[in-house]
């Protein structure tokens, strides 16, 4: 009787070993692909960001250089540019949702790189021009956030390209 008691114990307990090991594996591998799924959702969001951030600061230099000319049409390059602003903001809430945390790297990147050209649609909207130099040193730390974002994403996702 002892032995048939050894023999069905071990084996319900070899049962119950392999198919929490089994689970344990399908929980690890359904991560797995999660993080993959995010991942690449993430990598989509920060290539949308990055590509309406240069038309959105390319509208608002245009805007700057349009103002100057004299037939300046106020409302049609001011709309362009506000436009591809907020298309740029919109884009950084796909960023702000993969991310999460406030403090993440790649979050604070793209904070970085937005608010550079915050004083440039605010002087759009107020129709103010900003100096040559003020525009200059706003476009270099936007480039600088630019290049932060990219190497946190790189470091985030995994990829190491030097």
């Known amino acids: 009787m002892d032995t048939w008691w050894i023999g069905t114990i071990s084996a319900l307990a070899g049962i119950s070993l392999g198919a929490l090991l089994e689970a344990l594996k399908e929980k690890v591998a359904h991560r797995r692909a999660l993080r993959t799924r995010w991942d690449q959702q993430l990598l989509v969001g920060i290539v949308d960001y990055l590509a309406t951030a240069d038309r959105s600061i390319r509208a608002l230099i245009r805007w700057r250089a349009a103002k100057s000319e004299p037939?300046?049409?106020?409302?049609?390059?001011q709309n362009d540019a506000l436009s591809a602003f907020e298309s740029m903001h919109e884009r950084s809430q796909v960023i702000t949702l993969l991310t999460g945390n406030r403090h993440d790297s790649v979050r604070a990147a793209a904070r970085r790189m937005r608010e550079p050209l915050l004083p440039l649609r605010d002087a759009l909207e107020a129709d103010k021009k900003l100096s040559d130099a003020?525009?200059?040193?706003?476009?270099r730390q936007h480039h600088a956030a630019r290049g932060e974002l990219i190497d946190a994403a790189q470091t985030r996702l995994g990829v190491f390209i030097r």
């Open 134 to 139: 003020q525009v200059a040193h706003l476009v």
């Open 71 to 77: 037939e300046y049409q106020a409302g049609v390059a």
